[in-house]
């Protein structure tokens, strides 16, 4: 895909899968007057999607701190393995662009063994987690050529990464959105590759962060979306822009701190991510961050998910959700039963086909937690 990084047409990047999705939209922005737009929609883990409008010059903004913070160059070969239609893949078209390089795409569908393959030629790519644990799984180990490997999407537990690194992957933890145009913070890097953990992320330069009483990031930057689109009952796309002054208040808590003259940032959650059990006010990321280290210690095909349902006398009870092909909870429960109080003790498992996921791979929250409400 060829994009005119300096013309003022409009992009609306379509989900093949959904090509209906946005019909209007370029018309729409069009007699609105506006031009070069790019529209993605959010990517629908949580909440109802809506159409995000970045500038291409936010892209390349942020392509231009990205390429910088890996030190990217003419030499370098991106691989993309994520869909155009997520920010996350189409930034690679920018990064690549600016850099002078070549991009390689992952066709057809998601092939671990594939991708590793291909990395033999290219120098650069970025994953999910998701991804990065189905190269674990298959044992497959990283090519020469790979020199670094930007994971964004969701976190990585440090068991997940160092799996990883053992088989040669550098993977780099990133924490990004749609509407930052992908990366807000990114793992350290040098030479020899990720530095510190990841929990431990350096703020890319271009971006002003600080946090509300209640934990909450703020954002505001020259990369930082126009506003957003959404389309009302009756079918017309309403506009919401976003104020440049007050940024964009986030629904993720972070902490920020400040240390070797850069700013630094750690991803605690999302307010969706609490959950009331008992009285007590519970964080879910840490329990599931536990039971994914101890899923990949166990050799897990894939990872299960603790799924939070309203229960009459407890508020809320954990549900753990897994898939067809996994082997059985017990030995997991027990061991992670050994670990937590008794009130977050899981007392049942739903066994699913599949996983409801998006097409960048990242499970639908809101999804899955229908489905366990229903039965």
């Known amino acids: 895909m060829r994009v005119d990084w300096q013309s003022g047409g409009n992009h609306v990047a379509r989900n093949p899968a959904a090509p209906h999705e946005g019909s209007g939209l370029e018309a729409w922005a069009k007699a609105r007057g506006m031009s070069g737009m790019c529209f993605f929609q959010t990517s629908g883990s949580e909440g109802l999607p809506k159409w995000v409008a970045l500038r291409k010059e936010a892209i390349l903004i942020s392509g231009q701190a990205v390429n910088a913070h890996f030190e990217a160059s003419s030499n370098d070969r991106w691989l993309l393995a994520l869909p155009l239609h997520h920010v996350g893949g189409f930034a690679i078209l920018a990064r690549a662009h600016l850099a002078g390089c070549g991009v390689a795409r992952l066709e057809g569908k998601w092939s671990p063994r ?4 291909a990395c033999a030629k290219t120098t650069l790519t970025s994953l999910v987690p998701a991804q990065v644990h189905d190269l674990v799984r298959e044992n497959l180990p990283c090519p020469a050529a790979m020199r670094a490997v930007v994971v964004g999407g969701g976190g990585m537990t440090p ?6 690194r053992a088989l040669g992957w550098p993977v780099c933890q990133s924490y990004g959105m749609t509407e930052a145009a992908s990366q807000i913070a990114t793992q350290a ?9 990841v929990d431990t992320l350096a703020v890319l330069p271009h971006w002003q962060t ?14 930082l979306a126009a506003g957003y689109v959404n389309r009302a009952a009756g079918g017309d796309w309403q506009w919401q822009p976003l104020d440049p002054q007050n940024g964009l208040l986030t629904r993720d808590h972070a902490r920020l701190w400040d240390a070797d003259g850069r700013r630094w940032l750690s991803f605690i959650g999302r307010e969706t991510g609490y959950v009331k059990i008992l009285g007590e006010l519970i964080h879910l990321a840490p329990l599931q961050a ?3 280290s101890l899923a990949i210690e166990l050799s897990w095909p894939m990872m299960p998910i603790l799924v939070p349902r309203p229960d009459a006398r407890a508020e809320t009870e ?3 959700v897994t898939e067809h092909g996994c082997p059985d909870a017990g030995p997991l429960l027990e061991r992670f039963h050994q670990t937590c109080p008794p009130w977050l003790r899981v007392r049942e498992t739903r ?9 960048l791979g990242k499970v639908c929250e809101d999804e899955l937690r229908r489905l366990v409400a229903e039965e």
């Open 210 to 223: 600080s946090t509300e009483a209640d934990g909450r990031l703020r954002l505001r930057g020259p990369a």
């Open 290 to 292: 536990r039971l994914e």
């Open 318 to 320: 954990l549900v753990l």
């Open 351 to 359: 066994v699913l086909n599949a996983m409801p996921r998006s097409s």
């Open 114 to 117: 594939a991708f590793a393959e």
């Open 189 to 197: 890097w040098t030479s020899d590759g990720p530095a510190g953990g």
């Open 159 to 164: 068991e997940l990464a160092a799996a990883a």
